[in-house]
């Protein structure tokens, strides 16, 4: 089984703290994906990655910034956490081989005050 | 743009009730895939159906049926004999500009079954 697992389910920070997501998935996909999930909006694209050291912005990417350093794990950073950035913050990956669904961690509920 | 709609934002059922999931996609892309994830109440996204633009054959897994219209752009999703444990939170995805796996989501349908 594919697995996908985010560092945190619930962490709460201060408005200007430096943030780390972290994501690991341990079936040797090349794409990964962070999203994010509102009331209202569904799940929206933040960065991706398609492998080592490589990523691209996706719909929403201001004020988060990526790292991927390994292929298992992809990193989301909110460089100055602010009350906006309050939400559920959802990991994906999947194999770059034609257009497979994408595996998802339980995700992480991040509360900025 | 590349767009998906679901307008039912929570529908609410009674046990064995059929209920029908509805999608709406937009995109200019000849070719394109269309899924659905369910998300049960611990969070995570569970994928339950991928669809190329050029089938559009309807599929039917046990109680789950998805209808695939390209002149309608819709794709939607039939829970047949509906259950409690199909309470969730339904997503619709379109991955558009040739399989970059770039999701644009819907809204997300809140399922409520009731015994």
């Known amino acids: 089984d594919v697995k996908v697992t985010q560092s945190s389910r619930y962490l709460v920070k201060r408005t200007g703290e430096k943030v780390f997501l972290e994501c690991v998935q341990d079936m040797d996909h090349e794409n990964m994906f962070w999203y994010r999930q509102d009331p209202g909006l569904g799940l929206r694209l933040i960065y991706f990655s398609y492998d080592v050291k490589m990523k691209e912005k996706g719909d929403i990417p201001e004020g988060y910034s990526v790292s991927r350093e390994k292929k298992e794990r992809f990193s989301l950073i909110l460089e100055s956490a602010s009350t906006n950035q309050t939400s559920m913050y959802l990991c994906?990956?999947?194999?770059?081989?034609?257009?497979?669904?994408?595996?998802f961690g339980p995700g992480t509920r991040l509360t900025v005050t | 743009a590349q767009k998906v709609t679901q307008a039912q934002t929570e529908i609410s059922v009674v046990e064995k009730e059929d209920v029908t999931l509805d999608c709406v996609y937009e995109?200019?892309?000849?070719?394109?895939?269309l899924f659905w994830y369910k998300q049960p109440p611990s969070g995570e996204l569970v994928f339950l159906i991928r669809?190329?633009?050029?089938?559009?054959q309807n599929e039917i897994s046990g109680r789950y049926s998805w209808n695939f219209q390209k002149s309608t752009s819709s794709f939607n999703f039939t829970i047949t004999a509906s259950q409690v444990v199909d309470s969730a939170v339904y997503f619709c995805a379109l991955d558009g500009s040739g399989n970059t796996g770039k999701l644009i989501f819907g809204q997300g349908t809140t399922l409520q079954v009731k015994p």
């Open positions: 994906a990956s999947r194999t770059s081989e034609s257009s497979y669904e994408q595996y």
């Open positions: 669809r190329n633009s050029f089938d559009e």
């Open positions: 995109t200019r892309d000849t070719t394109y895939y």
